[in-house]
């Protein structure tokens, strides 16, 4: 009986000890921190005014997706707060290797050097957008992958856009009589957003 107690014991203090070093390593893993920031400003070509909003957005407000025909990166801050949202898209052939590199604009003005498909999205009632394609419009800038890590999955960039000239995405009428024209300036970066295949 005195023998068995011992064991016994050390078989308790072996399995407190195991318990512990497993919970050690599980507290000192370290989850990388989700952050990301977009700021847009409208420039009014007749008045000098500028209008400006600035976002800190959360995970649940921004996507890193992957598909067999595109990489998509999506930044839309929630209603009603927020009232912009920008799309975007990077096809399958022009992604460099690891994604990590630089992707200019593809638009009215860069179309054969471009690289990124952009939507811009701007909400002035509860069911009302204005809607901006670079595919229509002339836009300038580029989205940048600066690290990706294939194992996590997480990535970090940064990106900056200018749409010229383009008529008040405020309007609320949709032929206003002399619409107020405006530049658009998109800037934003993102840290360790993490990418998901829907393939």
């Not at 002035?124 to 901006?132: D, E, F, V």
């Amino acid at each position: 009986m005195k023998k068995i107690i011992p064991s016994t014991w050390l078989l308790v203090i072996a399995f407190l000890t195991f318990s512990c070093d497993k919970q050690d390593e599980e507290s000192t893993t370290i989850v990388p921190k989700v952050e990301a920031t977009m700021e847009r400003s409208f420039n009014y070509l007749e008045s000098e005014e500028e209008e400006k909003a600035v976002y800190s957005l959360s995970l649940r407000e921004m996507q890193l997706l992957a598909d067999e025909e595109k990489l998509q990166i999506d930044f839309a801050p929630s209603r009603p707060t927020g009232n912009d949202a920008v799309v975007f898209s990077i096809r399958q052939a022009e992604l460099l290797n690891g994604y990590i590199g630089n992707y200019p604009i593809r638009s009215l003005s860069n179309n054969k050097k471009g690289r990124a498909d952009i939507t811009y999205y701007h909400y002035y009632n509860k069911t009302s957008k204005s809607a901006l394609f670079s595919s229509g419009n002339r836009m300038e800038g580029n989205i940048e992958i600066k690290a990706y890590n294939a194992t996590t999955g997480l990535a970090s960039g940064s990106f900056e856009v200018r749409i010229s000239g383009v008529s008040d995405p405020t309007a609320y009428e949709s032929n206003p009589a002399k619409p107020r024209k405006c530049d658009i300036t998109l800037k934003g970066s993102f840290n360790n957003l993490k990418l998901v295949n829907t393939h």
